[in-house]
Each structure stands twice: as structure tokens, then as C-alpha cells.
């Protein structure tokens, strides 16, 4: 994964204008060689991770009216959620397909609202304004899984803006 075996597209065009490609790798590649995992070990990874976080999100539904303990619970699951995809796809890939200029605004709202509703649950003890948050939560973490499907923000911002009529607009 490393400077050796594969040329960037930078690398190429150094060679094309006569330099030297950078054989050092960042330190990005350096945690990457340092923690690469085989095929195998990234789907039981995925699989450990994504089973835990829907277990935590169906056991958080046992607590819902324990908001404080239903709030935590849910977002414990969401986060494992979350980090599962990172033994898909790569820690770093996945923040910087999280990051992308059309998924920062969801992206940002879902960590927001995930600290916050960890904050309310947790620290301050508010069980409503925790649920508040939870809900802002999914509602972030839809528009963000929608950014992955092409069109879909679209077309759901549309079919909100015929139901609402004018009120959208203002919205949207």
C-alpha cells in the first residue's frame, strides 16, 4: 500500500516532466501499512461492528422510556454503525469520503448531533432534550446515507417541496 508498488497520479506526471516521484510515504500510508488487514479480517471486522451497533440500537428501544439510557444506548450504536464501514473501505477513506464538499453539512450535523445528544444524555441528565437530539440524529444520518444514492437529496427535497407548497421553499 506504501510509496513502493503503485504510482499516484501525481507520481506519473513528475516522471512525465523528468522528476523523481516521492518513493517516501505520508504518514497516512504509514498507519495504512501498519494496520492493513486482509479481506478476510475487514469483513469479520464489518460484520463484528455493524452487529454490535444494531444491537445496541435494538436494546437502547428496550430503555425508551429511560430516555437518558435510550439516548446513549442509540448513539453507542450508531457510532459502532459508523466505524464498521471504516474496516470496509479504510479509516482514512472513509473520512474523506465523509468530508467530500456535498456530504460536510450532514456529516458535520451528524457528529453535532450525536455529541450533543451524548452531552444531554449523559451530562447534563435531560432525557428530552437527549431525544430531541436523537432525532435530529437520524434524520443527519439519513440525508447522509442519501448523499451516497444518486439524485435522492434531490428527490426528496422535491417530493417535500410539492407536499409542503410554500412553506418549502423557504426551507429548501
Do not use: H
Amino acid at each position: 500500500m506504501g510509496g513502493g508498488g503503485t504510482q499516484t497520479t501525481l507520481d506519473k506526471v513528475k516522471l512525465m516532466v523528468g522528476m523523481q516521484p516521492d518513493n517516501e510515504p505520508d504518514f497516512f500510508q504509514e498507519i495504512d501499512e501498519y494496520v492493513s488487514l486482509s479481506k478476510t479480517q475487514r469483513l469479520y471486522g464489518f460484520l463484528i461492528s455493524v452487529g454490535l451497533g444494531i444491537t445496541l440500537n435494538i436494546l437502547s428501544l428496550l430503555f425508551y422510556f429511560n430516555l437518558t439510557m435510550f439516548a446513549s444506548l442509540y448513539t453507542m450504536g450508531n457510532i459502532l454503525s459508523l466505524c464498521s464501514t471504516g474496516f470496509l473501505v479504510g479509516p482514512w477513506a472513509q473520512v474523506k469520503n465523509m468530508f467530500v464538499g456535498y456530504r460536510v453539512g450532514a456529516t458535520i450535523m451528524y457528529f453535532t448531533s450525536m455529541a450533543a445528544t451524548l452531552y444531554f444524555a449523559i451530562v447534563v441528565g435531560s432525557g428530552f432534550l437527549a431525544l430531541i437530539c436523537v432525532c435530529v440524529q437520524s434524520f443527519a444520518l439519513t440525508w447522509y446515507c442519501l448523499s451516497y444514492i444518486p439524485y435522492a437529496r434531490k428527490m426528496i427535497s422535491a417530493c417535500f417541496k410539492r407536499c409542503l407548497g410554500q412553506a418549502a421553499d423557504e426551507i429548501f
